[in-house]
Every structure is written in structure tokens, then in C-alpha cells.
């Protein structure tokens, strides 16, 4: 019985011949190839996802940014309602800020506290004074303490600077104020009179105390 050759058959070739025809570069161009327009539409979806993958990222940094600027604002109005700023000492209603190493004159020193949303200090009790005394005692200022009250406008008419109310409660040392050469407007906590107050001459440095509102000072809360 004759044996078929496939192999070499006339005109057929060989098989690994008809495979190489079969995965020829015209057949697998003809399976594989792509128009133009294809591959553009595929290069555009690809640039489609990544931009809105892109967005998707920043919109998402964006929203913890400004989450994290929410907690720190709200942790900052939170310390300040907590009490007084740092520094600063808490006496009833008030903070008091007590400035000794940068003397200043009794203008220069209204100006400081005023930047820092206070004012110089207005003494409305013998307990307020009382505690200021005992702050300052002690310490080694140069002349003393300026406080808020001045007869500027109207000679022996003590007035605090700020509320523009006159002195009701003074601590004046023994026969003060005296205005002395007709110049002395402005009162101070007077460091050789043992921190009694005593009327002086504004242009002089010197330390000073700043007051202002304790705002999470509630008082006595009558049930």
C-alpha cells in the first residue's frame, strides 16, 4: 500500500511552509491592525481615565486640607475660649499681661496693648488692685507700672483712657497725685512707693499692664 506523503505533495510544500504562509505579516496584520482612528480613541480613553483619576486624587487631597484647616481653626477658637492667651494671668473676669522688659513711654504702651485687642489697665476694685500688687511685688521695672488713667484732658479729672469713665477706686500714695512742675498726667503703679499708685510724667518708659476680657469667665451662675 503506497504511503501518502503530505509533506511532499506537489505544490503543497512542506507544513511548517503552509504555517509560515498561514502567520505570514500580511495574515497577522490582517487579524491585529488597527485604523488610525482606533488607535486614537484608545489613546483619548486611556488620557480620559487618568485625567479623571488625577482629579479624583486632588479632589480627595483638597477635602483633607481643608478638614485639617476646620480642626486647627476650631482647636484655636477653642484654647482661646478656654481662658487666657498665653502668658497672660486670669484674675476674675480679666487677663492681664505684665510687660516689663520693653519699657515704654504711657502712649507707646496704650499702643501695645491696643495691637494685642486690649487695653491698659483699668482697676475697678481693691481686689483687682490687690492682685496686681502682688504680681508686681518683687519685681525691679523701671519707675513702675503704667496703668490706664490720666488727667490730660482736665487737670485733677482722673479718667481711665479706655472706657473714658472716671476713677472711682484709687490707690494713691500719700499726698499724690501732686503734679508735680505741672506736668504729671499720667498715673502708674510707682515702684519706690511700694507699688501705690502716683501721677508721672507720660513721656517716661516704663512697664506696664495690659487688661483684657477673659471671654470664658461665666461668674456666679444662679440656679
Not at 59 to 82: H, M, P, Q, S
Not at 103 to 124: H, M, T, W
Amino acid at each position: 500500500m503506497a504511503v501518502r506523503d503530505y509533506c511532499c505533495r506537489p505544490g503543497s510544500g512542506s507544513v511548517k511552509a503552509r504555517r509560515s504562509h498561514f502567520w505570514s505579516q500580511s495574515h497577522f496584520s490582517s487579524i491585529y491592525s488597527f485604523t488610525e482612528s482606533e488607535i486614537e480613541i484608545k489613546s483619548e480613553t486611556k488620557r480620559y481615565r487618568l485625567r479623571n483619576k488625577y482629579i479624583y486624587l486632588v479632589y480627595n487631597i483638597e477635602k483633607k486640607i481643608i478638614f485639617l484647616i476646620f480642626v486647627a481653626i476650631t482647636a484655636i477658637d477653642t484654647v482661646r475660649g478656654a481662658g487666657c492667651p498665653t502668658h497672660w494671668k486670669r484674675h476674675g473676669a480679666s487677663c492681664y499681661l505684665f510687660v516689663v522688659d520693653v519699657p515704654e513711654d504711657f502712649i507707646e504702651a496704650g499702643s501695645f496693648c491696643q495691637r494685642r485687642q486690649s487695653k491698659l489697665v483699668e482697676i475697678e476694685s481693691a481686689d483687682e488692685n490687690n492682685f496686681l500688687r502682688t504680681q508686681i511685688t518683687g519685681t525691679h521695672p523701671q519707675e513702675g507700672y503704667w496703668i490706664g488713667l490720666s488727667d490730660i484732658v482736665y487737670e485733677g479729672d482722673w479718667v481711665w483712657t479706655s472706657s473714658q469713665s472716671s476713677a472711682i477706686y484709687t490707690d494713691w500714695s500719700p499726698n499724690q497725685p501732686d503734679n508735680c512742675q505741672a506736668h504729671q498726667d499720667c498715673a502708674m503703679f510707682f515702684a519706690p512707693e511700694g507699688f501705690h499708685w502716683n501721677d508721672h510724667y507720660c513721656t517716661v518708659k516704663a512697664a506696664y499692664i495690659c487688661e483684657m476680657e477673659d471671654e470664658s469667665f461665666q461668674g456666679n451662675v444662679v440656679g
